[in-house]
């Protein structure tokens, strides 16, 4: 399928390929160059075909958050699974159990409960499923602190069914940050608590193998901490306004854009794109709405000011630039994720011509 750009419908999402393949080569280099295995997280294309050449050039398995996204990538042959995220219940025990059919499958978490539900299934099965003790390192999220890793993990590691093969974080609060230097700190304290937390369980007698961390605003910097084995960026492979904040992006690395269109000059302030929530999400930069629902490129004083369901509405009174209806914008999403997230496809882009298409068939697997 060859198209030119003005024969594909909008509001599409394009990827420029050249600029994609850049950043999957980029941090792959930085993975070898720091000695460390790469596990993409796919919550970013939710696309096999994106997971497969992530595995092409180098990386040893894939990152999921949910037992349905991990099915769409043994699909497609992916043979090693991290699902980053605690399985709760008989339902989801009994889908970990026919996944594991086809993959090695490891999961985090961070309490007894679920480790002694995935314990028994792994006794039923006769494995040992392996597990990672997930750690807050400042998100606040899922995950325990530092000094309540080592009872924990002696409990876990008592468990029959269950193999405890090390810890894992997500150092989402460097995204708090607005500068790379403040990123880079965030980064190496994350990495400094992990390591710390590694050391400490060792010494417990835990036979802890692996150090798991990174996201695309510290993997640059935490991959290089001594002691790290792992890091799982994922929206690197697109990168988008959050992560030009954060200062590890730029337009430039830019490689997804949503492609819409003016369909109304109602009012000398005011046009309107044919891209709304449903399209762009209602995702704004650090929670701010001084900032608008994205970037659009060329753009800089414009600001997409509210979103309906498929109205974008743009405000132009600081700027006036002569839009015409029929007239198309690239627009930088703020947060990527969830925009592949509500599209079936995305299109590839190289040289100003479509060259192909790629399914989001991981998209909306919310369990
Ligand atoms: C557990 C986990 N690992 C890795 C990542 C990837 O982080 P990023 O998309 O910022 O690169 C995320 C993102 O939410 C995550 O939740």
Do not use: W
């Not at 060792?202 to 910097?221: D, F």
């Amino acid at each position: 399928m060859r198209s030119e750009l003005s024969h594909l419908d909008t509001p599409s999402l394009l990827i420029d390929v050249d600029r994609m393949e850049r950043n999957l080569k980029e941090m792959a280099d930085i993975a070898a160059d720091a000695g460390v295995a790469l596990r993409p997280h796919i919550k970013t294309h939710k696309s096999p075909t994106l997971a497969l050449r992530q595995i092409e050039l180098g990386a040893h398995g894939v990152t999921v958050a949910k037992i349905g996204e991990a099915d769409v990538m043994a699909d497609a042959g992916i043979k090693n699974i991290r699902i980053a995220y605690p399985i709760v219940g008989p339902e989801k025990l009994a889908r970990l159990a026919r996944l594991m059919e086809s993959a090695e499958v490891s999961v985090s978490l961070d309490n007894f409960e679920v480790a002694r539900g995935l314990s028994q299934l792994g006794e039923s099965l006769g494995k040992k499923i392996p597990i990672l003790l997930k750690i807050n390192t400042g998100l606040a999220r899922v995950g325990v602190t530092p000094p309540e890793a080592v009872p924990l993990g002696t409990q876990l590691a008592a468990l029959p069914g269950v193999d405890l093969v090390g810890i894992l974080t997500h150092e989402g609060q460097a995204m708090r940050e607005h500068s790379l230097e403040g990123a880079k700190r965030a980064a190496r304290e994350a990495g400094k608590i992990m390591v710390d937390t590694a050391e400490q369980m060792r010494a417990a007698g835990l036979n802890i193998r692996e150090v798991s961390v990174g996201s695309t605003a510290t993997a640059r910097e935490i991959a290089y901490v001594r002691g790290v084995t792992e890091i799982r960026p994922g929206t690197y492979v697109f990168n988008d306004v959050n992560e030009i904040s954060v200062g590890v992006a730029s337009e430039e690395t830019c490689a997804l854009t949503v492609h819409a269109t003016i369909v109304s000059i109602p009012a000398d302030d005011r046009a309107i794109l044919d891209a709304g929530s449903k399209t762009l999400t209602s995702d704004l930069l650090g929670g701010s709405p001084s900032n608008g629902y994205g970037f659009i490129k060329g753009y800089s004083n414009v600001k997409i000011a509210r979103l309906t369901e498929e109205h974008g509405i743009l405000e132009l009174q600081h700027a006036k630039p002569t839009f015409e209806v029929g007239q198309r914008v690239e627009i930088i999403p703020n947060h990527v994720c969830p925009v592949v997230n509500l599209a079936d496809v995305m299109y590839l882009m190289k040289n100003g011509e479509c060259q192909g298409q790629v399914e989001v068939l991981a998209r909306g697997k919310s369990r």
